[in-house]
């Protein structure tokens, strides 16, 4: 028997997945918006593992989608940065307000 | 009652300091005034999940989040923050002007994920994970999931090509 | 424990493989060769190659690749070659675009390479795993391109935009993968499929309730349906056009793609029994919020960007159904779009760069009696993309409508025509700025830039033109390349 229900984890992850929302939509500086997400990532990487060790313990096949969403968290992010610190080296700024050129 | 150390509930103990860890730093992402601050409660939730994976019999996975997540994602970005000293912004105003209207939204959200996964009956099995994990991760990655094994590889090299490309130093003449 | 030699079929997987290896194949060529317009001549040399084999893959039965996580079915192959279309003619606008400057590099091509072979992945992938990787090449590919013109502050801020909400929607999609993962206990589709109709539950319990909706969530993104659309006019915008041709069509039909097999594959007949209307729903705030949102553009690149959202939901009504049929319109659909839509992105692309013009609307004042070819062969796609007859739009439009007519849903195709009223004024619009109105920059002594028309921008141009009408006259071959099109 396990000590800790599947449920918990489900309910960690869901608290995690909501903070991350919360401060991708409510930060207005995109590496602040690029930590939400992060966050919201790691909720969904908490789930597939916990399905792994809960549901289907035989079949690795969560934690191989786990692993693929770090590896693809982890280009992701540097895109983003790399597309942040160029636009900050023109506009020395990375508040996604202040980015309004393209407005009619 | 005698004292009976076995009958202490380690487990229950460790998941709640890893919550507190895993949700108190999330927390203080979203919600510290100074980015750079804001970067290290990061790395303190991102330490929070590691311990889950250990909790959850996934020690490879544990390695993996600690090196990855918390050895570049997030050295990455304090890099990013301190190379962009403007961004720290100590003392401003981080949120933009809808935060408060993302509030109740995030609490719906919330709401409706908890009430799901607390009424859905999952199909939990009792098993035991069988054998060396880290063994059969190396064979799930060269056996059926040999094409996303080999596919991360390009996503690999175009996060690559763009990231040099775009982070480099010279930029030509301006043509507004 | 034993390894298992998996069996891996790469033949079928060959179109995927051209492109990507041909990606790499840039990239080395672009340490040595110093007209970097080479580099685009080869990546169409790479992506003639996936054509052909997609067409020779079209004769052969259709089988799994990959351990069951890609199939190379006739639904996928006909995708390949909508996606190959795309990318090869917003190649040849590159050629001509990019100048030779600065801006004309190996990495892009290398980058729209990359990004073409993602889309054909979101094709052909069965396991939601492949799908989400392919999402992720297309999408990283897309956000570097968008922000590729460094000295354009507007192509940076493009790139954030894109890259920002982007990120946001890939992660919804994720949760909802997971959500879904735990409920089925797989990530393939077609071992979804088999757990919705085993009785594992219905699509009214609320885990796949749930789940699903943060798919479509994810989906809703990338093909810029209401009310997820806000990026696309910024991101059109100050994307290099090229780059917005691109992806205007490209993004889109991938993300058509994977949500049909999607729904097709794994939710199929409770798709339509409890998920129609969800979608209806969706299809119908799509095209009436880009077509009202169009009408008040001023800029030609953001109202184009709206009308490819209106475009998006003229397109799902075409999935509504769930009838095979439906999907086949669908595929037209996108194939003639791809034709017509990046044909009106070459002509802002000549405009833009010959002359040095804004993309402004009335900029385009003029324009017939300064360059009469130009003016109609816009005035041709501004027609089509009405889907007014006899050009190819006007039967993608027909075979999508129908589809819904067929199904009992005749309602949506009602509205879907009166939305095409409506899309008639601010596509007719541009026509009226180039044939009625005076052009405004002469008075004050200035001196007219002349347009040239020349280099590959205008074999863009000329084959664009050329297959609106002959598919506007004659749309049977299309027909039958897309009646290929069924699920393997």
Same mark, same amino acid.
């Given at each position: 028997?396990?000590?800790?229900?599947?449920?918990?984890?489900?309910?960690?992850?869901?608290?995690?997945?909501?903070?991350?929302?919360?401060?991708?939509?409510?930060?207005?500086?995109?590496?602040?918006?690029?930590?939400?997400?992060?966050?919201?990532?790691?909720?969904?990487?908490?789930?597939?593992?916990?399905?792994?060790?809960?549901?289907?313990?035989?079949?690795?096949?969560?934690?191989?989608?786990?692993?693929?969403?770090?590896?693809?968290?982890?280009?992701?992010?540097?895109?983003?940065?790399?597309?942040?610190?160029?636009?900050?080296?023109?506009?020395?700024?990375?508040?996604?307000?202040?980015?309004?050129?393209?407005?009619? | 009652?005698?004292?009976?150390?076995?009958?202490?509930?380690?487990?229950?103990?460790?998941?709640?300091?890893?919550?507190?860890?895993?949700?108190?730093?999330?927390?203080?992402?979203?919600?510290?005034?100074?980015?750079?601050?804001?970067?290290?409660?990061?790395?303190?939730?991102?330490?929070?999940?590691?311990?889950?994976?250990?909790?959850?019999?996934?020690?490879?996975?544990?390695?993996?989040?600690?090196?990855?997540?918390?050895?570049?994602?997030?050295?990455?970005?304090?890099?990013?923050?301190?190379?962009?000293?403007?961004?720290?912004?100590?003392?401003?105003?981080?949120?933009?002007?809808?935060?408060?209207?993302?509030?109740?939204?995030?609490?719906?959200?919330?709401?409706?994920?908890?009430?799901?996964?607390?009424?859905?009956?999952?199909?939990?099995?009792?098993?035991?994970?069988?054998?060396?994990?880290?063994?059969?991760?190396?064979?799930?990655?060269?056996?059926?999931?040999?094409?996303?094994?080999?596919?991360?590889?390009?996503?690999?090299?175009?996060?690559?090509?763009?990231?040099?490309?775009?982070?480099?130093?010279?930029?030509?003449?301006?043509?507004? | 424990?034993?390894?298992?030699?998996?069996?891996?079929?790469?033949?079928?997987?060959?179109?995927?493989?051209?492109?990507?290896?041909?990606?790499?194949?840039?990239?080395?060529?672009?340490?040595?060769?110093?007209?970097?317009?080479?580099?685009?001549?080869?990546?169409?040399?790479?992506?003639?190659?996936?054509?052909?084999?997609?067409?020779?893959?079209?004769?052969?039965?259709?089988?799994?690749?990959?351990?069951?996580?890609?199939?190379?079915?006739?639904?996928?192959?006909?995708?390949?070659?909508?996606?190959?279309?795309?990318?090869?003619?917003?190649?040849?606008?590159?050629?001509?675009?990019?100048?030779?400057?600065?801006?004309?590099?190996?990495?892009?091509?290398?980058?729209?390479? @990359? *990004?073409?072979? =993602?889309?054909?992945?979101?094709?052909?992938?069965?396991?939601?795993?492949?799908?989400?990787?392919?999402?992720?090449?297309? *999408?990283?590919?897309?956000?570097?391109?968008?922000?590729?013109?460094?000295?354009?502050?507007?192509?940076?801020?493009?790139?954030?935009?894109?890259?920002?909400?982007?990120?946001?929607?890939?992660?919804? @999609?994720?949760?909802?993968?997971?959500?879904?993962?735990? %409920?089925?206990?797989?990530?393939?589709?077609?071992?979804?499929?088999?757990?919705?109709?085993?009785?594992?539950?219905?699509?009214?319990?609320?885990?796949?309730?749930?789940?699903?909706?943060?798919?479509?969530?994810?989906?809703?993104?990338?093909?810029?349906?209401?009310?997820?659309?806000?990026?696309?006019?910024?991101?059109?915008? =100050?994307?290099?056009?090229?780059?917005?041709?691109?992806?205007?069509?490209?993004?889109?039909? %991938?993300?058509?793609?994977?949500?049909?097999?999607?729904?097709?594959?794994?939710?199929?007949?409770?798709?339509?029994?409890?998920?129609?209307?969800?979608?209806?729903?969706?299809?119908?705030?799509?095209?009436?919020?880009?077509?009202? %949102?169009?009408?008040?553009?001023?800029?030609?690149?953001?109202?184009?960007?709206? *009308?490819?959202? %209106?475009?998006?939901?003229?397109?799902?009504?075409?999935?509504?159904?769930?009838?095979?049929?439906?999907?086949?319109?669908?595929?037209?659909?996108?194939?003639?779009?791809?034709?017509?839509?990046?044909?009106?992105?070459?002509?802002?692309?000549?405009?833009?760069?010959?002359?040095?013009?804004?993309?402004?609307?009335?900029?385009?004042?003029?324009?017939?009696?300064?360059?009469?070819?130009?003016?109609?062969?816009?005035?041709?796609?501004?027609?089509?993309?009405?889907?007014?007859?006899?050009?190819?739009?006007?039967?993608?439009?027909?075979?999508?409508?129908?589809?819904?007519?067929?199904?009992?849903?005749?309602?949506?195709?009602?509205?879907?025509?009166?939305?095409?009223?409506?899309?008639?004024?601010?596509?007719?619009?541009?026509?009226?700025?180039?044939?009625?109105?005076?052009?405004?920059?002469?008075?004050?002594?200035?001196?007219?830039?002349?347009?040239?028309?020349?280099?590959?921008?205008?074999?863009?141009?000329?084959?664009?033109?050329?297959?609106?009408?002959?598919?506007?006259?004659?749309?049977?071959?299309?027909?039958?390349?897309?009646?290929?099109?069924? @699920?393997?």
């Amino acid at each position: 028997m396990m000590p800790i229900p599947l449920s918990w984890w489900l309910t960690v992850s869901a608290a995690l997945f909501s903070i991350g929302v919360y401060g991708a939509l409510s930060r207005k500086n995109a590496i602040g918006i690029l930590m939400g997400i992060e966050l919201v990532l790691n909720a969904v990487n908490i789930n597939l593992v916990a399905f792994w060790r809960y549901i289907a313990p035989t079949d690795i096949s969560g934690q191989v989608f786990a692993i693929i969403v770090i590896t693809v968290a982890a280009a992701e992010a540097a895109v983003g940065l790399a597309i942040i610190i160029a636009l900050y080296r023109r506009r020395q700024t990375a508040v996604v307000d202040d980015l309004d050129l393209l407005k009619n | 009652m005698p004292f009976d150390p076995s009958q202490i509930p380690i487990v229950q103990i460790v998941f709640f300091v890893m919550t507190a860890c895993a949700i108190g730093g999330a927390i203080g992402v979203v919600s510290s005034p100074n980015l750079f601050h804001s970067a290290l409660y990061l790395v303190l939730s991102l330490f929070g999940v590691a311990g889950y994976y250990v909790l959850l019999s996934a020690g490879f996975l544990a390695v993996v989040q600690l090196m990855v997540y918390v050895g570049a994602i997030a050295i990455l970005i304090l890099f990013a923050i301190m190379f962009a000293r403007r961004l720290m912004g100590q003392g401003e105003n981080q949120n933009n002007q809808q935060w408060w209207l993302s509030l109740p939204i995030v609490m719906i959200l919330f709401a409706v994920l908890v009430g799901v996964v607390n009424t859905v009956s999952w199909p939990v099995s009792g098993a035991e994970p069988t054998g060396d994990t880290v063994m059969e991760l190396g064979h799930a990655f060269l056996g059926s999931y040999l094409i996303p094994f080999e596919v991360v590889s390009i996503l690999l090299s175009v996060a690559l090509i763009g990231g040099i490309f775009l982070a480099r130093e010279k930029v030509e003449a301006e043509e507004a | 424990m034993p390894i298992e030699i998996p069996t891996l079929n790469i033949a079928a997987l060959t179109p995927f493989l051209a492109v990507t290896v041909t990606a790499f194949v840039v990239m080395f060529f672009e340490l040595f060769v110093n007209d970097k317009r080479i580099l685009g001549y080869l990546s169409l040399l790479g992506l003639a190659v996936a054509a052909i084999s997609s067409v020779m893959l079209l004769g052969v039965s259709p089988a799994p690749a990959f351990q069951e996580m890609a199939i190379s079915d006739g639904y996928a192959l006909v995708l390949n070659l909508i996606f190959i279309v795309t990318a090869a003619l917003s190649i040849l606008i590159s050629l001509s675009y990019l100048g030779d400057r600065a801006l004309q590099r190996g990495e892009y091509y290398a980058l729209l390479l @990359f *990004s073409t072979g =993602g889309m054909m992945l979101m094709g052909a992938a069965t396991d939601l795993i492949v799908v989400f990787m392919g999402l992720e090449i297309m *999408s990283i590919a897309l956000y570097v391109l968008a922000a590729f013109n460094r000295r354009k502050m507007g192509s940076g801020e493009a790139g954030m935009k894109y890259f920002i909400l982007g990120a946001f929607a890939s992660a919804f @999609f994720l949760y909802g993968v997971a959500l879904v993962y735990g %409920a089925t206990g797989s990530t393939n589709l077609s071992a979804i499929g088999n757990w919705f109709t085993s009785g594992g539950g219905d699509l009214t319990d609320p885990i796949a309730l749930v789940g699903l909706s943060l798919l479509l969530v994810g989906f809703a993104f990338k093909i810029a349906a209401v009310p997820f659309q806000w990026w696309t006019p910024d991101v059109y915008q =100050g994307a290099p056009t090229s780059v917005t041709a691109f992806m205007s069509v490209g993004a889109k039909a %991938a993300g058509f793609a994977a949500l049909v097999r999607l729904l097709m594959v794994s939710f199929g007949q409770a798709f339509t029994l409890d998920w129609q209307i969800a979608v209806a729903a969706l299809a119908v705030v799509t095209m009436t919020g880009g077509n009202i %949102a169009a009408l008040a553009q001023k800029d030609i690149k953001r109202m184009l960007a709206f *009308s490819s959202i %209106a475009h998006a939901g003229y397109i799902l009504v075409g999935v509504v159904p769930g009838t095979i049929d439906g999907v086949q319109a669908v595929l037209f659909y996108l194939m003639g779009y791809a034709f017509m839509n990046i044909g009106a992105f070459a002509v802002v692309a000549v405009l833009e760069h010959r002359v040095a013009i804004s993309s402004a609307i009335e900029e385009y004042a003029g324009l017939a009696a300064r360059k009469p070819l130009l003016a109609a062969a816009m005035l041709l796609f501004m027609v089509s993309l009405t889907g007014l007859p006899p050009f190819v739009g006007f039967w993608g439009k027909l075979y999508v409508f129908r589809a819904a007519v067929e199904a009992n849903m005749s309602w949506l195709a009602v509205v879907g025509v009166i939305n095409s009223a409506i899309s008639a004024f601010y596509y007719l619009g541009v026509v009226v700025q180039m044939y009625m109105r005076p052009a405004a920059a002469t008075e004050d002594g200035e001196e007219v830039v002349p347009i040239s028309l020349s280099g590959p921008v205008t074999i863009t141009l000329a084959v664009a033109v050329i297959i609106t009408v002959i598919l506007g006259i004659w749309p049977t071959p299309l027909v039958n390349l897309t009646s290929l099109a069924v @699920f393997g």
